[in-house]
């Protein structure tokens, strides 16, 4: 009689297919690094409004170069807008380049808690003996 575990809900059987390999290398991931993984860094969004501002303040000082404005309130505007811009997009951007997190660093981190001479020396010993991995019976 066939396991539960073999048969679908519609009792078809189910095939299971194994490609068999030398060793698995399994990693550790705090809940923090996977929330980081999964959004990406929150300084992204520094980076982003950071953009957004100088763009808006060179297309201002921009204007202001190219164009002869008659009213002066419209001059003014184009001018806070320039100079709020530039400072604003500044901080953002200084922001973001202190606090950033890449993901390559997280990952960096993960991969650093199995040290590579460990890992380096199990690929060896597997490569050594591959015969003795497949004189064995395949389960099942």
Not at 47 to 62: C, G, K, P
Not at 93 to 115: D, E, G, H, M
Request: net charge negative; aromatic share 6%.
């Amino acid at each position: 009689m066939m396991s539960p575990g073999n048969q679908s809900e519609l009792g078809e059987k189910l095939v299971v297919r194994r490609g068999r390999v030398d060793s698995v290398d399994l990693f550790e991931v705090k809940e923090n690094e996977l929330e980081l993984l999964e959004q990406g860094s929150p300084a992204s969004l520094q980076l982003n409004f950071a953009i957004f501002l100088l763009s808006i303040a060179f297309s201002a000082i921009l204007t202001l170069s190219t164009t002869t404005v008659n009213v002066a309130i419209l001059e003014t505007v184009y001018i806070v807008i320039s100079v709020v811009g530039i400072l604003l997009g500044l901080y953002l951007l200084f922001s973001w380049w202190k606090t950033q997190t890449s993901i390559k660093k997280i990952v960096t981190t993960i991969r650093n808690r199995i040290p590579p001479d460990l890992l380096r020396a199990e690929g060896d010993a597997a490569k050594q003996s591959p015969a003795s991995a497949s004189d064995q019976a395949p389960a099942g």
